[in-house]
C-alpha cells in the first residue's frame, strides 16, 4: 500500500520527487524517502514520518541529479523507521517496492548463505541484492532483474535504478499497480496516473506480470517468460488541477463539500432529467431479468454502500442480494451459479482483498460488475462491466463523495433492476428518480448544517465510547458513522441495528456516553424512537438525526438533534451520510488528529 515514482528525466528530479509523493501520500505515510543518481553514484535520503520530514532534510542538502526513484510507506515488514524506509539498497542497486515479498526469509537466508549482509529488516531490500547478485555474475540489470523477479512470490510494483546507469531504470508489476508516463524526452514511473499528473497525461499500465526497461527515450515492455510485449497507451484525465485543497483546511472537508456536484454529475450519467427515468450508459451492459441472486463484495466504507444496496435490490427489484466483506468472501469458496452475476464495490480499484473476490466470481464463471471511482484501475481493467461513479479524485483517507456516489449509483442500478424484472410502474420510477434528482439541492441543505454539527461534535470529542444507531437502510449508515468516528478521532464506536440494543450493546450505556440515533421519519421511525428512549433512560446523550416531521414526533429526549431536508426513505441513506460525516469530521478537528491521513491507514489497501 506504498506510492513509488522514478524520473529520468532532463531537470533536477529531487522536488519532482517529491512533488510526485505528495500525490500519492494517500497510499501510506510512515516514511518516504528518495534516491537519485548523482554523477553516476546513488545519492539516498530519507526521513521516518510524513512527507514533511523529507522535504526539510532536502531543503539543506538537495542532491543535484536528473534521475531518481521514491516512495511514501505504508509498514509492512520492519518498524516504520529511517532505515526501514525506501528506498532500498543492494550493492549497485537502489529499488523502492509496493507490495509484500511472501517468501523473503527463505530468499534472504539463501543470499546471507552466500555472504550478504543485511541492513534492515525489509523484504524488499532482499530483492535489491538479488538484482546485484545476479549482475555479479555477469547478468546485464534486465536479465538480472527477470530472473529475479521469477523467484518472488507475493505482491510487488517495483521502480529499480542501477549505480553508473543515469539512462535506465526498470519497472514491474504483479499484484500492485504501476504505470509507464511518457514524456518529451523524458520517461516516467507511478503507482498511479496521479502521481504522474503533473509531468504526463500519457500512460502505459503494465498488466500483472510485466516489467518494463526505460530510458528518457525509449521503453521496452516485457511478460514474465521475458518476451516483448506491447499495452495501449492511455491519456488520462488526472488533471494536476483536481488534486488541490482549495479552500479547504482538510481534503476530507472538501470532498464532503463536493458531495452535491459529484451526486449530481454521477446522476447525470444515470438518469433521464426529463423523463425522470433511469438510463444506464450503453457500456453498462447488465441484463438482470433472470438473475436468481446477485452477490456483493466490498471492503470498509464501500461493504456499507453494498450492504444499502442489499435493501435497495431486495425491496424495489425483488432481487437477493447476498452481501460480504471482502477480506472473507474470497476465503469462503461460495458456490456460484454459473452464468450468474457478481458486483464488486471499489473507490481506488485496487483494493487487494476486492481484486481477489473479483478474480475468483470469474474463476466461477460469473459475470462481474464493478462499481468503481477510478477508471484506470486494475478492477475497472478486470470486471465485465464497469459501473462508473463520478466522484472524482477522493485524497483524505477516509471516503466521503465516493460512498455518496456509490449510493447513488447503486440506487439507479436497483431501479434499472426493478423495471427489467417488471416489478416497478413507470409511475414509481418517477417517483424515486424524482428523489434522487432533487438529492443536490437536498445535499446542499444539509451541508448547510454544517456549523450546528461542529458545536455538537465538541460533546462527541474526547469521549471513550460513541454508539450510532439505525434501522433498515439507515442500519448500514449507522455503522458507516461509527467507522468515520474511529477512523477520525480513535474515539471507540460501534453501530448498531437499533432493535440489536436489548441483546448486548446496552450494557455500555452509562451516564454522557453520546448515542447518534439515525431515524427519519419512516415506517420503522417509532420503534427507533422507543429504542432511544430505553437509552435515554439510562444517561445515554442522545444526538438525534432526523428529518422535520421526525423532529416534531421524537419527543424530547434528544440532548441535540440535527434536522436534514424531509425526503422519501429512498434516498435516506445518501442524505443522512453527510451529517455523519460531519460529526465525525468536527470531532477531529477538535481532537487535533491528523484528519486527511490518519494513523495506520492508507488509502488504497493494496496488501491482503
Ligand atoms: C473508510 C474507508 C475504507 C475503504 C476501504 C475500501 O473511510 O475509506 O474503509 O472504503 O478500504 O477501499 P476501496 O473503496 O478503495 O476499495
Known sequence: MCGIVGILGQEPVAWKLVDALKRLEYRGYDSAGIAVLADGHIERIRASGKLQALSEKLRSSEPIATSGIGHTRWATHGAPTETNAHPHLGGTVAIVHNGIIENFKELKEELAGKGTTFTTETDTEVVAH????????????????????????????????????????????????????????????????????????????????????????????????????????????????????????????????????????????????DERTVRLPSEVELDFTDLDRLTITACGTASYAGLVGKYWFER??????????????????????????????????????????????????????????????????????????????????????????????????????????????????????????????????????????????????????????????????????????????????????????KHGPIALIEEGVPVVVIAPRDELFEKTVSNMEEVAARGARIVLITDRAGAAASGADAFETITVPQADPFVAPVLYSVPVQLLAYHAAVFMGTDVDQPRNLAKSVTVE
Not at 539512462?167 to 504522474?196: N, T, V
Not at 470532498?255 to 447525470?268: K, M, N, S
Open 130 to 273: 538479488m538484482i546485484d547478485y545476479e549482475m555479479k555474475q555477469g547478468k546485464s540489470p534486465r536479465e538480472a532483474t527477470q530472473v529475479t523477479l521469477q523467484r518472488l512470490e507475493g505482491a510487488f510494483a517495483f521502480a529499480i535504478m542501477f549505480e553508473g546507469e543515469d539512462d535506465l531504470m526498470i519497472g514491474a508489476r504483479r499484484g500492485s499497480p504501476l504505470a509507464i508516463g511518457h514524456g518529451s524526452h523524458e520517461m516516467y514511473l507511478g503507482s498511479d496516473a496521479i502521481a504522474l499528473a503533473p509531468f504526463t497525461n500519457q500512460v502505459t499500465y503494465l498488466e500483472d506480470g510485466d516489467y518494463v526497461v526505460i530510458t528518457r527515450n525509449s521503453f521496452e515492455l516485457h511478460n514474465d517468460k521475458g518476451e516483448k510485449i506491447t499495452r495501449p497507451l492511455n491519456f488520462t484525465q488526472a488533471s494536476a488541477l483536481l488534486v488541490d485543497k482549495g479552500n479547504h483546511r482538510h481534503f476530507m472537508a472538501k470532498e464532503i463539500a463536493e458531495q452535491p456536484d459529484v451526486v449530481g454529475h454521477t446522476l447525470a450519467e444515470y438518469v433521464d432529467f
Open 316 to 501: 424495489y427489484a425483488r432481487l437477493p442480494v447476498e452481501v460480504d466483506i471482502a477480506s472473507e468472501f474470497r476465503y469462503r469458496e461460495a458456490p456460484l451459479t454459473k452464468g450468474g452475476l457478481s458486483m464488486v464495490i471499489s473507490q481506488s480499484g485496487e483494493t487487494a482483498d476486492t481484486l481477489a473476490a473479483l478474480r475468483y466470481c470469474k474463476s466461477e464463471g460469473q459475470r462481474v460488475a464493478a462499481v468503481v471511482n477510478v477508471p484506470e484501475s486494475t478492477i475497472s481493467r478486470e470486471s465485465d462491466v464497469v459501473v462508473r461513479t463520478y466522484a472524482g479524485p477522493e485524497i483524505g483517507v477516509a471516503s466521503t463523495k465516493a460512498f455518496t456516489c456509490q449510493l447513488t449509483v447503486l440506487a439507479c442500478l436497483a431501479i434499472a433492476a426493478a423495471r427489467a424484472r417488471g416489478v416497478m410502474s413507470l409511475e414509481q420510477e418517477h417517483e424515486l428518480v424524482g428523489q434522487l434528482v432533487k438529492l443536490p439541492r437536498n445535499l446542499v441543505k444539509t451541508l448547510e448544517q454544517e456549523d450546528h454539527i461542529d458545536r455538537i461534535a465538541r460533546h462527541i470529542a474526547g469521549k471513550r465510547d460513541v454508539l450510532y444507531l439505525g434501522r433498515g437502510i439507515n442500519f448500514p449508515i449507522a455503522m458507516e458513522g461509527a467507522l468515520k468516528l474511529k477512523e477520525l478521532s480513535y474515539i471507540h464506536a460501534e453501530g448498531y441495528a437499533a432493535g440489536e440494543l
